[in-house]
């Protein structure tokens, strides 16, 4: 006969047993005050604590694995672009700079010549050129009244040149 109804019991007698036994020793209430501390102690301390803990190992990891790319990279319009600040003036890379524009494709000797003097290779060879040269490049060429250059104009002044603008004030 091992119904379950037979076998509850005999778990009910024998946990009935040993409280009985604990009791009998002076023990019962102490444990079972020690129990509760033990079971209701994590269950509430325990959570709160893992979600505190949990948003600033979120923060450090993210700052730390993206430490080297925080700040540098920027997108307009779906195209990313690569904005280095050296610190004295902010660059931008020339190929993300003619995706910006809406896939226009000329040689990179021609963007550099219209960038005169304002611009440099960086570590990788990629042609990088000064935002303040290519704001105002875009602001006197043709075509300036197009809205995709007036938006790509407006990004590179309000995101990218007056932020930096900001952290220079700041040191």
Known sequence: MKSPALRAL??????????????WLGVGLPLLFALAVFLIVPTLV?????????????????????????????????????I??????????????????????????A??????????????????LRVDAVVQVLATRAGRDEPRVQRLRRYLERDVLYPAQRRREVR
């Open 10 to 23: 005999k778990l009910g007698v024998l946990i009935a047993a040993v409280l009985g036994l604990l009791h």
């Open 46 to 82: 325990v959570p709160w604590i893992a979600a505190n803990w949990a948003s600033d190992l979120r923060r450090w990891m993210r700052a730390h694995f993206w430490a080297r790319e925080q700040g540098r990279f920027h997108s307009f319009a779906g195209v990313p672009l690569e």
């Open 84 to 109: 280095e600040d050296d610190g004295r003036h902010v660059w931008v890379d020339g190929e993300g700079l003619l995706r910006a524009q809406g896939g226009r494709r000329e040689p990179e000797e």
């Open 111 to 128: 963007l550099a010549a219209r960038h005169a003097g304002k611009w440099r290779r960086d570590g990788q060879g990629r042609l990088m």
